[in-house]
């Protein structure tokens, strides 16, 4: 269908079973810094199927003017969304 597809993964562990098994194009760890960097404002959406509060921040840097970002996993925790400018930003309510 013509779309690249990048896994975004805490763990390096997982690449091979993304490119080999899964078709994935390409590979980016979360928690490096350098890779996130590189990836920045590339994407044309994402779609987020993490169940867990976590940072959005470095989702939504990753996405083009106009990106995308759809959560498909609810946090265990509640959370608030504030939308300004065209940004989401994330907050958990404590």
């Known amino acids: ?8 993964s805490t763990s390096p562990d997982k ?11 390409s590979f980016l760890v979360s ?4 890779q996130m ?7 044309d959406g994402i779609i987020d199927t993490v169940f867990a509060v976590h940072p959005l921040m470095s989702l939504i840097g990753l996405l083009k003017s106009q990106g ?5 996993g609810a946090p265990n925790k509640p ?16």
Do not use: C, H, W
């Not at 960097?37 to 994407?43: C, I, L, N, V, Y």
């Not at 995308?68 to 498909?72: F, G």
């Open 1 to 8: 269908m013509g779309v690249k597809v990048t896994v975004i």
């Open 15 to 25: 690449k091979e079973e993304a490119i080999d098994n899964l078709g994935a194009d």
């Open 31 to 34: 928690r490096d810094q350098n």
């Open 37 to 43: 960097q590189g990836a920045m404002s590339t994407m």
């Open 68 to 72: 995308k970002l759809i959560m498909v």
């Open 79 to 94: 959370t608030n969304f504030f939308i300004i400018v065209g940004y989401v930003y994330f907050s958990p309510l404590f």
